[in-house]
């Protein structure tokens, strides 16, 4: 089966910067859209940047400028670039992706578990 394991997460400061990774594993035949979900308390989830198969991308408004996601193809992995990072960036932050699996041939999309950031001075 398929899974996406996320990891980067941390503490940083106010203007600090970190890279957020998420590792697709499985039986991929090939993946598609990609997107970067946070969910900070009391708040729903949102979408934070998403990526097509066709390398266009999208940001929130809030990240714009700051974050950047990007796919390597040969390792089945996305990133997340934070820079310039804010305390409301503070959340869990979730990747997202739309996988066709070899065996079944079927797209189905996958959620990992999450990894916490945190910006805080």
């Known amino acids: 089966q398929v899974q996406l394991v996320e990891s980067g997460g941390g503490l940083v400061q106010p203007g600090g910067s970190l890279r957020l990774s998420c590792a697709a594993s499985?039986?991929?035949?090939?993946?598609?859209?990609t997107g970067w979900y946070r969910q900070a308390p009391g708040k729903e989830r949102e979408l934070v940047a998403f990526l097509t198969s066709g390398g266009s991308t999208n940001y929130a408004d809030s990240v714009k400028g700051r974050f950047t996601i990007s796919r390597d193809n040969t390792k089945n992995t996305v990133y997340l670039q934070m820079n310039s990072l804010k305390p409301e960036d503070t959340a869990v932050y979730y990747c997202?992706?739309?996988?066709?699996?070899?065996?079944?041939?079927?797209?189905?999309?996958?959620w990992g578990q999450g990894t916490q950031v945190t910006v805080s001075s």
């Open positions: 499985g039986s991929i035949f090939s993946i598609g859209p």
């Open positions: 997202n992706a739309d996988v066709v699996t070899f065996t079944s041939r079927t797209t189905r999309s996958y």
